[in-house]
Every structure is written in structure tokens, then in C-alpha cells.
């Protein structure tokens, strides 16, 4: 007859997903447990890395190959650290940080973002200066991994005024 379209295979399995709908506690085990699923198979291609790089570079005789390398490794081995720390907040225990956590360290962090946006002047002073292609590599390098620092010092800041927001302070 004429009755309603078929519907394709995904139609139907969102269908039949909507009619028994899962718990919230059910929903939450699934996003932990894929989270912890793609962190481990992160970490497995991080881990792949530090060994590549580490193989390249024993097999290389360049200088500028092997620092490469190893700042690559040392990134995938942070990397790995922070999959994990992930993997930790949602198995084992959650991540917690108070005001009084944020409000005692506070002035120190302030202090040490003064350094980081002067290093940001400094390589960006460096840069305009470089002549050598190796130089403006490794000094466009330092660049982006000092205003990495600098944007991971400004997102704290937002977490802390979030924190005094919601708490009303």
C-alpha cells in the first residue's frame, strides 16, 4: 500500500533508542566509558610517538632533527600525562579545586604571567630579528608554546572569576 516511507536503518535504531530511553545514570556510564575508550586509544598513539621520535632521533645526525624530536616527544609524553589525569577524574575521583585553592596561589600565578608575556616579547622581538630559516623555526616554536602558556594561565582566570560568580563573591 501507500502507507508511510520506509525507514532507513538509522531511523529505525534512533526510533527504537527513543522509545526505551536510557536512564541519566546509564547515559552517564556511556559518555564516561567512551571517553575512556578514545583517552586509552590517545594514549596509544601518543606512546607511538615518543618511540617514533625517539627512533628518529638515533637514526638522524641532524641537531636540528633531533631537538625537534625530542620537543615532540616531550609534548606527546604531557600529552599522555593529561589523557590520563582525564581518565583519573572520571574512574577514580572527581577533580576538585576550591576558591581558598585558587585565592592562595593566586598572586603567585599573576607573577609568573608577567614572565610568560615577557618571553612573548622577547621571541617576538627575536623573530622579526632571525635570518636563518632554523632561527625563525625554533624562535616561531618558542613563540607559540610561551602563548600556549599565556592562554592557560587566561583560562585559569576565567575558571577563578566563574568560581566567584557562581559562588557570589
Request: hydrophobic share 35%; glycine share 2%; no cysteine.
Amino acid at each position: 500500500g501507500l502507507g508511510r516511507p520506509a525507514l532507513s536503518h538509522e531511523e529505525e535504531t534512533q526510533r527504537a533508542a527513543a522509545q526505551r530511553p536510557e536512564t541519566k545514570e546509564r547515559e552517564m556510564a556511556n559518555k564516561v566509558e567512551n571517553m575512556v575508550s578514545v583517552l586509552r586509544q590517545w594514549q596509544k598513539i601518543e606512546r607511538e610517538s615518543m618511540s617514533a621520535t625517539a627512533k628518529i632521533s638515533e637514526e638522524t645526525n641532524s641537531t636540528l632533527i633531533r631537538i625537534l624530536m625530542d620537543i615532540i616527544r616531550h609534548d606527546s609524553h604531557m600529552h599522555h600525562r593529561v589523557q590520563q589525569f582525564l581518565i583519573d577524574s572520571v574512574t577514580k575521583e572527581n577533580v576538585t579545586v576550591t576558591r581558598d585553592d585558587v585565592v592562595a596561589i593566586w598572586d603567585s600565578i599573576e607573577e609568573h604571567d608577567k614572565l610568560e608575556k615577557q618571553t612573548i616579547k622577547l621571541a617576538e622581538e627575536l623573530k622579526e630579528q632571525a635570518w636563518t630559516p632554523v632561527h625563525k623555526l625554533l624562535l616561531d616554536y618558542l613563540l607559540r608554546d610561551e602563548s600556549k602558556h599565556d592562554a592557560l594561565l587566561m583560562q585559569l582566570d576565567e575558571f577563578k572569576a566563574d568560581m566567584s560568580r557562581s559562588s557570589g563573591a
